[in-house]
């Protein structure tokens, strides 16, 4: 059915309450097929309710994965091979109200409130009596925010009915932006630990990979707010004060690789530091069980994904305070630790401590596989069908 038909198809009758769920990204990456999935399960039972995941584009234009499908719900895509800049916000929400009619939808989950169409079709919905909600996981320490600013955001709030967020600080943001608290439910970050660990192909730690072999690993976009050059920093104090330091290997692409690259070389590392480029998901999974900890140094970072991976695979995580994956995931000392994102000489001493001391790398790596389901795909459905139940 082409989307012309669907646009033109009167709305289904189908009562609200027992309506179909809608998931609504730019783009489907495995994580989006992941929670589809996972509140496809959780939504099987009597009365059956279908969930239909809407990706706007086949690729997104921040991220090189590949497009997923899930196994439990149903993915319509509304323009193949075109981004934001593409096609009019109009158009967008046009499509997206027009698929929801035409799939009987009660229930919309929204991604990406700062963007017209979004804020368009969220209207329109509205009005048509859907209830609608929002996905994210900002938090208000993400950027320097103004009154102003921010007084004029709560508008793009005004069509959502409840949010599913991310942690203490993503809830209290969202809180902060109109949205009642008894209506924001928890966890919007989150994928299958199960996917990761059958991915991985080998055991999760500290099984596995002997403590021995294992090294460092950065899992991330080669943009300034990742703050990779603070981690090379960082770690070329570790092997001056490590007694057998072990390799560092980066996962990822982007504009900055030639200048970390440089600065590899200036620090005379580049013999310790393995530069794979972007990885599927696949090989990001069978990176981590070879990995002695995930280091995520960012300044800016909204959740940070890759620490759930790495705690699928019973990895310890150093990372740094601004990140919102350490509100519910890391606790200092226990799974992990926590830096500042300016403190490389903090970052190196963390380093030593994990790669010098097996008892204690073996006990942060057993409490690490304890926490990865606060990180599964269990929680965000949980969350929005305690959302869609009320």
Not at 75 to 93: D, E, Q
Not at 166 to 182: A, K, N, Q, T, V
Not at 304 to 310: D, F, L, P, Y
């Amino acid at each position: 059915m082409t989307q012309e038909t669907i646009a033109a198809t009167p709305m289904t009758t189908t009562s609200r309450s027992a309506g179909s769920l809608a998931f609504v990204w730019d783009n489907f990456g495995p994580m989006h097929a992941d929670r589809c999935d996972a509140v496809a399960r959780a939504a099987a039972t009597a009365p059956a309710r279908k969930v239909i995941g809407i990706e706007l584009f086949s690729s997104s234009e921040e991220y090189a994965w590949n497009s997923e499908s899930g196994s439990h719900f149903r993915k319509i895509t509304l323009f193949p091979g075109k981004g934001w800049r593409a096609v009019s916000p109009f158009v967008i929400a046009r499509r997206i109200v027009a698929t929801c009619r035409q799939e009987g939808v009660s229930d919309v989950f929204l991604c990406n409130y700062d963007k017209m169409a979004i804020f368009l079709a969220g209207l329109a919905l509205r009005a048509m009596g859907r209830r609608v909600y929002v996905m994210g996981c900002s938090k208000f320490d993400d950027l320097k925010r103004t009154v102003w600013k921010e007084a004029f955001k709560q508008l793009f709030f005004l069509p959502y009915q409840g949010a599913i967020a991310s942690g203490r600080r993503s809830r209290d943001y969202m809180r902060f932006l109109s949205i009642p608290e008894s209506r924001i439910a928890t966890e919007y970050n989150s994928l299958s630990v199960e996917r990761i660990r059958r991915m991985a192909g080998a055991p999760a730690a500290p099984e596995g990979v002997p403590f021995e072999e294992r090294h460092f690993t950065i899992v991330a976009r080669f943009v300034p707010k990742k703050n990779l050059a603070m981690a090379l920093n960082a770690y070329g104090l570790y092997r001056k004060m490590a007694s057998n330091p072990r390799p560092l290997h980066l996962c990822g692409s982007g504009p900055l690789e030639k200048e970390l690259r440089e600065k590899v070389e200036a620090l005379q590392i580049a013999d310790h530091v393995v530069f794979h480029g972007f990885l599927q998901t696949d090989g990001i999974a069978r990176m981590l069980a070879t990995t002695l900890a995930l280091i995520l140094p960012s300044t800016e970072e909204q959740f940070g994904n890759v620490v759930i991976e790495a705690q699928a695979m019973g990895l310890p995580v150093l990372l740094s305070d601004v990140c919102g994956a350490r509100d519910n995931l890391v606790r200092n000392a226990v799974n992990g630790f926590v830096f500042e994102p300016d403190n490389p000489v903090g970052l190196a001493f963390f380093m030593k401590v994990l790669s010098e001391d097996k008892q204690l790398w073996s006990a942060q790596a057993l409490e690490a596989r304890g926490f990865a389901k606060l990180g599964d795909t269990e929680q965000f459905a949980a969350a929005a069908l305690k959302l869609t139940e009320r």
